[in-house]
């Protein structure tokens, strides 16, 4: 009797082994890459080897098989034609050549700007094709979220909007956590995660009626902590865990929600130098006395020339940002994550599989910058 089940666990693990290079066979020839068919006999001869029990070698080969079929499953790349985008923060930086990207491509796209007769709102009514749409969109204000919203419900009709991209952002500025003002740290918040939610949860209705896509563009600043970033990252990680939880709980009803972080772009967000000016001098004439003994007004100083290095070393080629957007948008398998950028996948990998005190000596290394150090340390 033994032997009967035996012989016949074996026809089952043969037939489950078969059927499956068989079927990857055929995707082979619809010109599917054959390394998963590699991957596949490569461990049936593994799990052959190595487990003598036919039970658990069946049950093994359906659970492998299963799992080479679902993560090499095939990928598409979905048509443009009557999809809708609608991206917040367009009057410059990667906003602003994401919506003449996807213009390009072939999509509908909504540019919301904060200023809609701003330069940057100027140059893509002029440049872009017909398709394209601007409209004013502060992603703190909600009288002007809910008028963009129902405009777009009434172009969009049944078809409902695809992609919404939260690209609004603000940074401006980048000091120690101790010194930077409370009011900054609010309208970081303000802008980069609650703005973000605000406009999800007016336009989910049209995102769920077309089954579409919320791209969140955070930072690596939101994933490990850097230092300079205290606000801004704070605002970015809000923004990253909320993505992250409604990406589970929104995939009920088919909708896609990712977050990209991006490397060092070269963009506007860290502002103008006027911009720094303003709030250095606010700094330094509301701190506390025993604050500025410990800092120093000449480290408090040093803060622009941080800014301007990080600047001129961010990268003017936006290229794999859009590229990272487009993939987002429209593959059929759109990843969770995406790093564009040079190196945008190196921090995060040394910070979650480094120890914690080498981590924390090149951070510091690579971003307190400067000769400049504090007054007492």
Known sequence: MEKIVES??????????????GLLLVQGVKG????????????????????????????????????????????????????????????SGLGHDLAKFLDSAGMRVFAGVLDE??????????????????????????????QAYEFIRSQMGETGLWGLVNN?????????????PIKLYKKYFDVNFIGSVEVTQVFLPLIRQSKGRIISISSMAGEIPLPGFSAYGASKAALTVYS??????????????????????????FGRREQWIDVQEEILSGISQDIMEAYGEEYIRSMQQRLVEMS??????????????????????????????????????????????????????????????????
């Not at 609004?168 to 930077?180: F, K, M, P, S, T």
């Not at 992250?244 to 967000?269: C, D, M, Y």
């Not at 940002?321 to 487009?326: G, N, S, T, Y």
């Open 244 to 269: 992250g939880t409604i990406r589970q709980e929104l995939s009920r009803w088919g909708v896609k929600v990712i977050v990209i972080q991006p490397g060092a772009f070269k963009t506007n967000i």
């Open 8 to 21: 016949g666990l074996s026809l089952i693990y043969m037939f489950v082994t078969v059927v499956s290079v």
């Open 312 to 377: 001129s070393t961010s990268s003017p080629n936006t290229g794999p940002f859009l590229e990272a957007l487009k993939h987002a948008l429209l593959s059929s398998r759109p990843n969770p994550f995406y790093y564009p950028g040079d190196a945008a996948w190196a921090l995060p990998l040394l910070y979650r599989h480094f120890p914690t005190s080498l981590s924390d000596k090149i951070f510091s290394r690579i971003f307190m910058t400067g000769d400049a150090k504090p007054a007492q340390h």
């Open 168 to 180: 609004a952002g603000v940074l401006g500025y980048v000091c120690d956590g101790e010194i930077l």
């Open 117 to 146: 007769c701003g330069p940057g709102a100027l140059e893509l009514k002029g440049a872009a094709s017909s398709k394209l749409t601007v409209l004013q969109l502060d992603v703190t204000n909600r009288r002007q979220i809910t």
């Open 32 to 91: 599917r890459p054959v390394r998963w068919l590699v991957v596949l006999v490569v461990s049936e001869g593994t799990l052959s080897c190595l487990v003598h029990s036919s039970f658990l070698k069946v049950a093994l080969a359906t659970v492998l098989c299963s799992l080479v079929h679902y993560i090499g499953r095939e990928e598409v790349m979905l048509p443009t034609l009557n999809k809708a985008v609608l991206i917040t923060g367009c009057d």
